[in-house]
């Protein structure tokens, strides 16, 4: 079975977002993590159905979008890790990603 694995700066990117919609309002912020949590977890069963990265163009580097956010994530071997999560109207290069 796939598991799925947290990056560091995966886990920073959650708290980040959680934290600047909740300027607004704690609850949206709330409901929007845990939405965004439920579309990373549908990924133990399909792995393969976000879509590549067009930045990286490797079949391994995939996305899933959620909002106006790109939920970045690795399949290495049987496990997905996700390694970070990128607001869409950011510039976003290979090298501002780490993992």
Known sequence: MVKIIWSPTALTDVDAIAEYI?????????FFIERLL?????LTDFPHSGRVIR???DDKAREIIYGSYRIM?????DDIWITGI??????????????
Do not use: C, F, M
Not at 38 to 42: K, L, P, S, W
Not at 86 to 99: C, I, K, L, N, Y
């Open 22 to 30: 909740a300027r607004d309002s704690p609850e949206h912020a709330s």
């Open 38 to 42: 439920e579309q990373t977890n549908r």
């Open 55 to 57: 930045e990286i163009n």
């Open 73 to 77: 994530y690795l399949l290495k071997n």
């Open 86 to 99: 990128v607001h869409g109207a950011r510039d976003w290069t290979p090298s501002a990603q780490s993992s």
